[in-house]
């Protein structure tokens, strides 16, 4: 089959009706013989969290890392030698464009740990060719797109793991059925998530030039065009970091760190859609050029499936600080109708009971390879029901993060219609849930 050109890719893709020929039929694996197949992965954005993934399926038996894929080529040479080169093994493909990896018949699975805005659309696009998807959390940079995943992954037959690699972890795991089990009660009420994470001032930023090697547009991708910003040394302000707290491409902590927090307290309360939202927040102690809140305080109420209702709330802060969830600058704490239950980071939990806060069990077991390794086995098996962070769960969790910036943004309290996921009587905090998409990087409607 001859290949299809990446225009008539974002074409077929952008359209809708057409988006069943943006299919590369044959580029992949469809079938698998069994658990000794090679599945062959191409990294997308090789920086930060692109290292965890690298580092990970360079340590697995019969997965090959066959694509290296990055707007920045100034990353591959470093990142060839440092996985590829010194283990002993063949160099992968380097490729900038997404595009023409997703044409690649020997790409059978997309790692996606690019910023926050590339997430959806390179999922949609990767499950419209046959290929498989792991991608970093948030799942969504807007509350639109968590249903264009949904759809897509769905309707293509794809298997899609969301990067909240804590549902994978033994320990957690444990936890949250000692949660279930009514360890602190029957009556589980109320969540609290921390996210208290050391981000300093990144100073002032300019417009600039971007550096030689890379693709300012295709880094940009569905976002508004904009001019490089650059500090007073010349250098990129944002890229490869900082983007995090810029409207167009980040989620701030919220949907940075805070998602983790987020899910685990969904999955403990067993809760999807909030019917009401109240958050606020604003930029504190720094200057600089950070557009998105710093420090924020949200609260969510659901109706839980008892039908009684629960709370959850999330704080955010970026300096000095007390530890609240034992130990750490992150973590979440379940209250009960018997004790409180917390589990502070990725693995671990303490269970405590009675008003004099008896420790009556703990455990500890987490590593991210449990997730990775969920995901190449649901690969093999092509069971997208044995997923620990289908997509579905990846939607619910970046939502909140979704809702929680919103209701800060306009400063009023949010009505949610939870069939719809929409605010209710509230264009512009509707309008806040999706984007404007830039020209050819568009999520389309009908995926």
């Not at 008539?8 to 952008?14: D, E, T, V």
């Not at 690298?54 to 591959?76: I, P, Q």
């Not at 509350?143 to 994978?168: C, D, M, N, P, W």
């Not at 420790?359 to 093999?380: A, T």
Request: aromatic residues 10%.
């Amino acid at each position: 089959m001859k290949p299809i050109s990446r225009r008539s890719f974002i074409k077929n893709a952008a359209t809708g009706a057409g988006a069943a020929a943006a299919v590369l039929v044959g580029t992949s694996k469809t079938t698998w013989a069994g658990a000794n197949d090679r599945v062959r992965v191409a990294v997308m954005g090789i920086n930060g969290r692109g290292r965890s993934h690298l580092g990970a399926y360079t340590k697995m038996d019969n997965v090959d890392v066959v694509t290296l894929c990055d707007v920045d080529s100034r990353l591959f040479n470093a990142r060839a030698k440092e996985f590829f080169t010194r283990a002993g093994k063949p160099e992968p493909k380097m490729e900038q464009d997404i595009r023409k990896v997703l044409e690649d018949k020997d790409v059978d699975a997309i790692s996606i740990a690019t910023p926050n805005h590339w997430h959806s659309l390179a999922t949609v696009w990767a499950c419209q060719a046959g290929k498989d998807v792991y991608v970093e959390k948030p799942m969504t940079h807007n509350i639109f797109e968590g249903r264009k995943v949904v759809e897509a992954a769905e309707k293509y037959g794809r298997i899609v793991q969301h990067g909240t690699q804590l549902r994978s972890n033994p320990g957690f795991q444990e936890g949250i059925r000692e949660l279930k089990n009514g360890i602190i009660g029957d009556d589980v009420y109320m969540a609290r998530c921390v996210c208290y994470k050391w981000r300093p001032s990144i100073g002032k930023g300019q417009p600039g030039q971007p550096p030689e090697g890379l693709d300012w547009n295709l880094w940009q991708g569905p976002a508004q065009e904009t001019p490089f910003m650059v500090n007073e040394k010349g250098e990129g302000i944002y890229v490869h970091y900082f983007w995090h707290w810029v409207w167009a491409y980040g989620n701030g902590d919220i949907g940075n760190q805070g998602v983790h927090q987020l899910d685990a307290a969904r999955w403990g309360l067993g809760v999807n859609v909030p019917y009401r939202v109240t958050s606020m927040g604003g930029m504190f102690l720094w200057d600089d050029a950070k557009e998105i809140y710093n420090v924020s305080s949200t609260s969510f109420m659901f109706k839980g499936e008892d039908g009684k209702d629960k709370m959850m709330t999330l704080e955010v802060r970026p300096w000095c600080t007390n530890d609240e969830a034992g130990g750490t600058s992150f973590g979440v704490i379940f209250y009960g109708s018997e004790g409180w239950m917390t589990f502070p980071g990725y693995g671990s939990y303490k269970a405590y009971k009675g008003k004099g806060n008896e420790l009556i069990k703990e455990g500890d077991d987490g590593d991210d390879m449990y997730h990775y390794q969920n995901f190449i086995d649901c690969i093999r098996s092509r069971d997208a029901g044995k997923l620990n962070a289908p997509p579905i769960e990846g939607h619910y969790s970046s939502a909140l993060s979704h809702y929680a910036l919103t209701g800060a943004r306009v400063n009023r309290v949010l009505e949610i219609d939870t069939e719809k996921e929409a605010v209710k009587n509230d264009d512009e905090a509707n309008s806040m849930l999706t984007r404007v998409y830039r020209e050819p990087f568009v999520v389309p409607e009908t995926v």
